[in-house]
Structures are given as structure tokens and as C-alpha cells.
């Protein structure tokens, strides 16, 4: 995270905020509440997370017309152009850990990550 800071500081990025706004993109009109949950954010949390990029002018945010209650959020068009160039850092990012590790390493670091995230959160547990 801290390399990808490093990587994004001249647009001022948060990693959560990058994840958040890749949502937005990735699946247009999706729910404020649906988005905490894509991003393990709580309520408070992903509501911050969406009045910061709304300020910015990066995103929409609607009232749902089947839910009242419910907001729902679309990226605006300097939204993917932020989106474009934390995409760019973010790859920045991967190629210098990547040269720090050695790509086998790396590799092999993915697989892990990847394994990890591929188990229930009960079976993690079990293991502790």
C-alpha cells in the first residue's frame, strides 16, 4: 500500500479510494451499501470514502427510484481519467515490488495471496 501511495501521491489517492472508485467503473449504478461491502468498508466509512469523490467531481451519486433510502453511484467522466491514472501507478507499483522480490518470488507471492483470498473466512479462522 505504501508503494502505491508513493506511486499515486501527485493525484492524492487513497488505496481504499482507488478501490472505490474501480467499483463505480467496474459496476455503474451500484449501491453506496453494495460498495462498502465490494471494499470491506463499514457504513461510516464508505459514506467518507463517497462524499470525498463526489466533492471531486468523480463520481455521481443518485437517489435509487426502487429504494429511497438507497444512493446509488456512477463515475463521471473526470472520474475515468483519475481512474486511468491511478491505474497507471498502481501498475508502477506492481513492476517495483515485483523488481524488489524477483519475478519467480512474486509469482509465487500472487499465488499465495490468491490462495488465501480463495478461503472461507470460517476455515481462516479454524486455522488461528
Known sequence: ?????EEAEDIGFSPTQFSALAFVQIE???QQNMLGERIALDRSSVTKCVEILE???L???TIDPSDKRARLLHITPAGIEVLDQLTK???RARARIE???G???FQAFLKSMNDFVAVPASEKQDKD
Not at 500500500?1 to 501511495?5: A, P, Q, S
Open 1 to 5: 500500500m505504501g508503494i502505491f501511495t
Open 99 to 101: 523488481a524488489s522480490m
Open 28 to 30: 455503474p449504478g451500484i
Open 59 to 61: 463520481i455521481t451519486r
Open 103 to 105: 519475478k519467480d518470488q
Open 89 to 91: 501507478a498502481a501498475a
Open 55 to 57: 466533492a471531486r467531481e
